[in-house]
């Protein structure tokens, strides 16, 4: 993959900082049973305030124009994980303990997020390539590049930050991630895709917002926030039919400068990619699913930071083709 971008920053959790988490989360499983029990949810405040200044410090927002890092320093015993399920909806609580640990870890940089209508409601999704989806896309996919996007970005509640967690990957394959705050485009074409012009629909995990009865409306590609541009762009579910052409040049152009500055960060087992959702779009390179237990598999949450002002006071209105993000717990 053509990069000219330096490799993602690693913060390093040390061995004590591993413990906190790996303990905590187990308490949490004993006392609530289920990693998706709501009283688990609503227990994640109070235990925030367990965790020590170092975890904290370790977990303060991403502060590079990068706009992502990986942690490293959590162990996954491949042994002890059982097969990679075929599909997310038969993962039951499998490596539950790290749903806890990623959820830990989550709230600690922010409120983690869910949606009805996305893997039944779930804060901490699966990612696994499915038989059948090899070329859709979504986190499913296989043998398609997952095109770079803003995850959820048909809609104003989305993350701001996005987390995967490694808990399998043999092959090795690349998850992509390019930033806004590194891409060169003139001041023209800036203007042209800070403009609302086309929309962005929700995407094939959606299927009920799919159905949504409402006009698509368009919103703008950029955005200049207080500490520079920030970026909601997912060109697989974009219609261009309304754009112009000087708009869809300097989409077009934009495109090119992501792949330029792109990077590809192969995830080991036990690292959190955390991905700051306004600044980096992200994707993954084309692979060969095996099917046979021993697949690719990624835990993703994902992550709302109270107080944000990244993105346009008219987002507000959105209708968000009728999906609502569901808080862990309320405020
Ligand atoms: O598989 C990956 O590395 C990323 C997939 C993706 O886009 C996601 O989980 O949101
Ligand atoms: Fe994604």
Redesign the pocket.
């Known amino acids: 993959m053509p990069t000219a971008a330096a490799p993602a920053p690693v913060r390093l959790l040390d061995a004590e900082h591993v413990a906190e988490l790996t303990t905590i989360a187990t308490e949490l499983l004993d006392i609530h049973g289920l990693a998706t029990s709501p009283a688990l949810l609503a227990d994640l405040p109070r235990v925030r305030t367990r965790l020590s200044a170092g975890l904290h410090r370790v977990l303060r927002p991403v502060d590079t124009a990068d706009g992502l890092f990986v942690l490293r320093g959590l162990t996954v015993e491949d042994a002890d994980l059982g097969a990679t399920p075929g599909h997310w909806s038969t993962v039951g609580d499998a490596g539950a303990r790290w749903d806890v640990v990623l959820l830990l870890v989550s709230t600690l940089m922010g409120t983690p997020i869910a949606w009805d209508g996305q893997q039944d409601g779930r804060f901490v ?1 699966n ?1 696994v390539p499915s038989p059948g989806h090899e070329t859709v896309q979504t ?1 499913a996919s296989s043998s398609v590049l ?1 095109t770079p ?1 803003t ?1 959820d970005a048909f809609h104003p509640g989305r993350a701001h930050l ?1 987390l ?1 967690c490694c808990m399998r990957n043999h092959d090795a ?3 992509t991630a390019a930033s806004i705050r590194l891409a060169r485009l003139s001041a023209q074409d800036r203007a042209h895709l800070a403009r609302p012009v086309a929309p962005i629909l929700p995407d094939d995990a959606y299927e009920q917002a799919q159905r949504f009865g409402g006009r698509p409306e368009p919103v703008p590609t950029l955005f200049e926030a207080d500490g520079g541009p920030t970026l909601r762009y997912d060109p697989a579910y974009t219609p261009l039919d309304a754009a112009d052409d000087a708009w869809r040049e300097a989409y077009g152009r934009l495109g090119e400068e992501l792949a330029r500055v792109s990077v590809a960060v192969s ?1 080991r087992p036990g690292d959190v990619l955390v991905v700051d959702n306004d600044l980096v779009v ?3 390179v084309p692979f060969a699913a095996r099917y046979d237990g021993t697949d ?1 598999w ?1 835990k ?1 949450a994902s992550v709302r930071v109270p107080g944000r002002r990244t993105r346009p006071e008219a987002e507000r209105s959105e209708h968000g083709y009728g999906q609502a993000a569901l808080e862990a717990w309320a405020l």
């Open positions: 999704h990612i986190g997952l996007h995850e996005l995967l394959v690349a998850t995830l992200h994707g993954r690719r990624l993703r």
